[in-house]
């Protein structure tokens, strides 16, 4: 069977905070995690499952030259008004907003924040 999973790759060690911030702000479980060997550190990969959406997460075991950037993003809709709020706030903590909440006419609560970790999030209200 084929399948399609976001896949989430961090540097400098950060994933174990990451998963633990995208966990904590969905009610997720880690499906599955396997630390690097030493002497690397951090997480090998880790499957996290997050109202359903299976995402991929690892700490780079090689230094690159990019990392995350808003033109690839992770679209939520959201339950209810509130869920959004609180999604805007927790994920948008020491991160960036890229569009505050509001009324942007294709969607009344519609907004996007990158966390503090440079993944881009857009939280929507359908």
């Known amino acids: ?16 905070a990451a998963t633990d911030l995208y966990v904590s702000a969905f009610g997720g479980t880690v499906v599955a995690s396997t630390p690097h060997a030493p002497p690397q550190s951090g997480i ?11 995402v991929l997460v690892s700490d780079s075991a090689v230094d690159h030259g990019f990392d995350f950037t808003p033109s690839t993003s992770l679209f939520v809709d959201c339950a209810d008004r509130a869920e959004l709020e609180r999604l805007v706030q927790t994920l948008g903590a020491d991160g960036a907003t ?20 440079g993944v881009s999030w857009q939280l929507n209200l359908p």
């Open 1 to 16: 069977m084929t399948t399609i999973r976001p896949f989430l790759m961090f540097q400098g060690g950060v994933a174990q």
């Open 44 to 54: 090998q990969l880790a499957e996290l499952d997050l109202k359903g959406q299976r």
């Open 98 to 117: 890229l569009m505050p909440l509001g009324d942007y006419g294709f969607s009344s609560a519609f907004a996007w924040v990158a966390d503090r970790f």
